[in-house]
Structures are given as structure tokens and as C-alpha cells.
């Protein structure tokens, strides 16, 4: 399954988030990748992650999806590009609704450009299923990306591949349900739009493995769904804060 990667040059943007940061550890563990460029535009962020990796085959590259110049110098000698840079927080982005245009859409965009120009062999996207029949600008924006992915293989003839991995919430990633519940275990109040509510569970250990399947397995188009358990959102604040 890892010979996909060996000596080969990645890089995630986003690399700094859970996801990127799980990846990174476990493709660095498991497989003899040549080098690996995390992207992103936190330094603390990526600060802190250099001083857990501590693997000279990781690059740590400042920059923001938005910069396609900045994108273009990246992708240089890459062949894999795991794409998971994206605002991914509901309501914010309802509030600020052009930045996440210019991030998850036209940051897509430029990612697809750049993987072309850069001559990448393969592009995964990693979405969510906010983006089946989305109703918020986060779903909706996402995608956005999705169609530009698949539409990416149209005038790439065939040299970079562009696939797409769409899975369900992360358990206990960054800014989560079930991180903010654990924090907050003593609140006596929630707010649910419908009791009927539910969501889709990954772990991050899952969603490497689904990724690694991607990449193993893309031709240049497809849509990866995993089939992953849901559950209801008043059975977890059940459980979690029983007396709210």
C-alpha cells in the first residue's frame, strides 16, 4: 500500500491541521517517501509540529492557498499532493462568506493550476459531506472545490490526476462537537435544530486509511465515500453532557 510514496516528494497543505498532522506522522512511520512539504500559514503551528516530527526528509513551507505564486514555487518537484487547507468553521463562515470564497474555492482553483503548470502526477481533495446537498456556505463552497477537481481532469490530459475523498466529522478534531462538549462537560444547556439530527464518525487512524485507499486507487475523477457509522446528536450530548 505504501509503495505509492516511496521515493516520492509530498505535500499537504493544511498540514498543520488534525488531519495534516496525523497524515504527516504516519506516512513519515510507514513509507519511504523522499521528502515532505507541509504547507501552511500558521508558523507557530509550524513550530510545533517540526519539534514533534523531528524527520529530515519534512519541509515546512509558509504560504497560504490563496498565493498561487506562492503555490507555484511549492509544487516544484512534487509528485502527490494531499489538498486539506480549507476554513472549515460553520458559522464563522456564514459570517464572513467572501473569505471562504476565496479560500475554498478559488484556493481550489489555484491548486489545480499550480498542480498543472507544476506537472504533479496526482491531487487529492479531502471534503466533507457537508458537501452533498449542502445548506450552508461551508457545504456549499466545498462543493465548489469538488466540481473544480473533477472539471481539473478535463484539460490536464491525463499527466495530473485530480480525485476527491469525502468523509464525515473527525472525532475530537480541532473545534469539533465533541472536543467543544469535552471542554465544556459541565454546561447545562445545548442547541439542536432538529431532534432527528445526525452525523457521520470517522476517526483521524480511518481517515488516513481511506486516503492512503485514494491515492492507491484514483484514476482521475472519482469521489471516494467511505461507508461510516452515524449517529444521532442527542444520543452523543446524551452521553457526553448528560445533564445539560
Known amino acids: ?11 499537504i497543505t493544511g498540514g498543520t491541521g488534525s488531519f495534516g498532522k ?37 519541509r515546512f513551507f509558509l504560504g497560504d492557498i490563496r498565493d498561487q505564486q506562492r503555490l507555484n514555487r511549492a509544487f516544484h ?15 464563522a463562515l456564514e459570517y464572513n462568506p467572501h473569505e471562504s470564497i476565496k479560500t475554498n474555492v478559488i484556493g481550489a482553483q489555484n491548486i489545480i493550476e499550480t498542480a498543472v503548470d507544476q506537472g504533479v502526477s496526482k491531487v487529492l481533495l479531502i471534503s466533507t459531506d457537508k458537501a452533498a446537498e449542502p445548506i450552508n456556505l461551508y457545504g456549499a463552497s466545498k462543493l465548489c472545490a469538488e466540481k473544480l477537481f473533477i472539471s481539473g481532469n478535463s484539460y490536464s490530459s491525463g499527466k495530473t490526476k485530480f480525485s476527491i475523498v469525502r468523509y464525515g466529522n473527525v472525532i475530537g478534531s480541532r473545534g ?13 444547556k445545548v442547541q439542536i435544530t432538529d431532534k432527528d439530527m445526525t ?17 492507491n486507487n484514483m484514476e482521475g475523477g472519482e469521489i471516494f465515500v467511505p461507508k461510516i457509522p452515524s449517529m444521532k446528536l442527542i444520543d452523543l450530548f446524551d452521553t457526553i453532557v448528560p445533564n445539560a
Open 199 to 215: 452525523r457521520f464518525w470517522i476517526t483521524l487512524e480511518q481517515s488516513f486509511d481511506l486516503v492512503l485507499f485514494a491515492i
Open 77 to 91: 518537484d512534487i509528485d502527490i499532493v494531499i489538498h486539506a487547507a480549507a476554513l472549515k468553521q460553520v458559522p
Open 176 to 188: 469539533s462537537i465533541v472536543e467543544t462538549l469535552l471542554n465544556n462537560n459541565k454546561t447545562k
Open 1 to 11: 500500500m505504501y509503495n505509492t510514496f516511496q521515493d516520492k516528494n509530498v505535500l
Open 22 to 58: 496525523n497524515f504527516a506522522k504516519q506516512l513519515l512511520k510507514k513509507s519511504k517517501l523522499k521528502k515532505l512539504i507541509i504547507f501552511s500559514r500558521d508558523e507557530f503551528k509550524q513550530h510545533q509540529l517540526a519539534s514533534e516530527l523531528k524527520d529530515s526528509r519534512v
